[in-house]
């Protein structure tokens, strides 16, 4: 059985977490899994839309505190393996964000350390209600710096800082409250909720919804008058386009649009 399992359904891949004897863990075959899937979704137009669950009782617990320990048998400590092990993890983050696809989340049970990371990397996130969200490494003497990377880009920094010191978890009221999550529902509805955000995504034109999210992530790193000048420019490419073309000529006459994208 894959330790990732993908299927398509239309445009939208569903990428699902399959190891739930380690309630998931960030192992070194997730993590080579989750970066090959992600290369090959990267290379695929036919697919506009990802969406990323877990089997199990959990979401992701994060890394696999039993590898991690096994490498300090190495003459260094494991230093070598650490320093690979978080760069590659860092790949696997940096890579949803370089997608072209938007993905969502659907967490479940728990999403920490690690795994509330993958959440906060997301674009979008639904949650089943009762889902607990933490980066609380500090628990057992781990700072999670790397995942608060992604959390601190999703929530105000004093909760954010709050969470990470503290290694207390938070649920979905309070995760959609600060915005780690866009909304909670019935553990029963989340498949079909996540759907049904992922089949409106999917609907909308892929190569202006492929442009925005580029220039979304981008902008964000600029200061506003530079932000402007550069979203400016990114429109101008997307009026050119020949479906937006189409798209406006469609909504003047009140016609479904004929996209061919």
């Not at 899937?37 to 137009?45: A, G, M, N």
């Not at 092990?85 to 999403?111: K, N, W, Y």
Request: charged share 20%; proline share 3%; hydrophobic share 45%.
């Amino acid at each position: 059985m894959a330790i990732l399992d993908r299927t398509d359904d239309g445009a939208i891949a569903r990428l699902t977490l399959n190891s739930p004897g380690n309630l998931n863990a960030l192992s070194d075959a997730m993590l080579a899994a989750l970066k090959s899937e992600f290369v090959r979704l990267s290379e695929d137009r036919g697919i506009r839309v990802v969406t990323l669950s877990g089997t199990g009782k959990a979401f992701c617990a994060g890394h696999d505190l039993k590898e991690m320990q096994a490498a300090r048998q190495s003459e260094d400590n494991g230093r070598a393996y650490f320093a690979d092990l978080f760069s590659r993890c860092t790949e696997v983050m940096t890579a949803i964000r370089d997608l072209p696809q938007p993905v969502i989340a659907a967490p479940h049970g728990i999403a920490t350390a690690a795994g509330c990371q993958l959440v906060a990397s997301c674009d979008m996130a639904v949650a089943a209600h009762g889902t607990r969200f933490g980066v609380n490494g500090v628990n057992i003497g781990l700072f999670c710096s790397t995942p608060m990377v992604a959390l601190s880009r999703n929530i105000p920094r004093k909760q954010a800082f709050e969470m990470l010191t503290t290694g207390q978890f938070i649920e979905t009221d309070r995760a959609q409250e600060l915005g780690l999550i866009n909304r909670a529902v019935p553990m029963e509805d989340l498949e079909a909720e996540t759907m049904a955000l992922a089949e409106t995504v999917a609907a909308k034109l892929g190569s202006a919804v492929r442009i925005g999210k580029r220039a979304f992530y981008e902008q964000l790193e600029l200061g506003i008058n530079a932000a402007y000048a550069h979203t400016g420019a990114v429109m101008v490419e997307n009026m050119l386009d020949r479906d937006t073309d189409e798209g406006i000529n469609a909504f003047l006459a009140k016609r479904p649009p004929d996209w061919q994208q």
